[in-house]
């Protein structure tokens, strides 16, 4: 069976597209959409994501981890969506639209794309680390030699480690470069490797830099190995809204396999 397919990518952080309003793609072949997604056999992509038709908003978001099993939010591939819709019609300049973790807005003006993010109200502080789900769960830990860093086996052993064992976390190596600004890398579950961006990482990263008092800033930037990318917030009563992830979403090539 033929299908056609869309590739965009987020700074770095790749998704093959698929337009499913007419409900044609089979979303419990997990071994398709990992086969999609495989850099070698398939198309190539950290995620595969379908947009639908959504009885109420502009649209609805389905994602898959590259692994093939669906998962949760991802900030990127939520940006890159927008990016496709106005691509297919669907939208205009902004859009409201239906993910896993609810709703979200959204504005795109040329390649740039503002993704506004879920509420944050929990952040757990230990010794070396934080934790918060901005949309998926998030570990983040500050490392000076983030350049020289073994994201891929560091990564993996908190991944899968306690507390985090089966269900597993993301994790985030940061290194702070100025008072608003600073670099980050991020191990993704579901890819199981390091990925050149992760949109809800970020977010949890300019969250948990400022709940730790590392900045004061409300307009974080975040350089991530594929780009840059923004966050920006208001802190009201212990609570993080207003949650907005801003970067690139770039339409790469359109193809059938």
């Not at 595969?48 to 609805?60: A, G, M, T, V």
């Not at 952040?123 to 680390?129: C, G, L, M, Q, T």
Request: aromatic share 10%; proline share 2%.
């Amino acid at each position: 069976m033929q299908q056609t397919f869309y590739k965009y990518q987020g700074t770095g952080n790749d998704f093959v597209m698929i337009d499913n309003c007419q409900q044609t793609f089979n979303k419990k072949d997990t071994k398709r959409v990992a086969f999609l997604c495989d850099r070698r056999f398939g198309v190539g992509a950290d995620g595969l994501i379908l947009l639908e038709n959504h009885p109420e908003y502009d649209f609805k978001m389905v994602y898959y981890n590259a692994d093939g099993n669906e998962s949760t939010m991802c900030g990127n591939g939520g940006r890159c969506l927008v990016a496709f819709a106005k691509q297919l019609g669907v939208i205009t300049d902004k859009a409201i639209f239906e993910a896993i973790d609810g709703l979200h807005h959204a504005s795109i003006e040329g390649d740039i794309v503002k993704l506004q993010m879920v509420d944050v109200d929990t952040i757990e502080s230990s010794k070396n680390h934080m934790f918060l789900n901005t949309g998926s769960p998030h570990h983040v830990q500050i490392e000076e030699d983030i350049e020289n860093f073994d994201i891929k086996t560091k990564g993996s052993g908190i991944r899968y480690g306690a507390p985090y064992h089966e269900e597993g976390t993301n994790v985030n190596f940061v290194k702070k470069l100025s008072d608003s600004t600073f670099k980050v890398r991020t191990y993704e579950r579901g890819v199981e490797d390091e990925t050149l961006a992760c949109g809800t990482g970020v977010t949890a990263v300019a969250l948990a830099m400022h709940h730790s008092g590392e900045t004061k800033s409300d307009h974080i930037n975040l350089n991530v190995e594929g780009g840059k990318l923004e966050v920006c917030f208001n802190l009201e009563n212990g609570i993080y809204k207003n949650v907005w992830l801003i970067g690139p979403a770039v339409f790469v090539f359109k193809g059938m396999i």
